[in-house]
């Protein structure tokens, strides 16, 4: 847990999940903890691409399709993340898919990007397998 300084605000979750990012994303992102669901992951890769987390992108995309690297857009402005739907992925499960939207800025324009994500678990923890654009 992040320790705040007097009069310091916890600081929300990126994911729009609606809890302070100590106590959401920010386990995973660290390493602390491990996605549960389909859904705690796809949160935690939206937290961790608005953070420019490089590592926790490659660490958590699925090894047969994983990039060698992520390029991110030093332009962009994430503003915000909304889970349209989810099939499966749960904790008991080993395949999911979590539909989102989210939105970002860049040069003052606004965007969406809409898309249905596949995870798939392996050995007990979930990866992002890929996603078709919506």
Sequence with gaps: MTTLTPGQAPLRCYC???SDYAD???PFIRGDEVPATAEQLMRSRYSAFVRCDQHYLLATWHPGTRPS????NEQQHWLGLKV???EAGGVAQRTGIVEFVARFK??????RLHERSRFEKLDGR???LDGQHL
Excluded: E, P
């Design 84 to 86: 349209r739907a989810t």
């Design 69 to 72: 690297r992520v390029r991110f």
């Design 106 to 111: 860049i040069g003052g324009r606004g965007h």
């Design 24 to 26: 959401c994303c920010a």
């Design 126 to 128: 979930w990866f992002y």
């Design 16 to 18: 729009d999940s609606g």
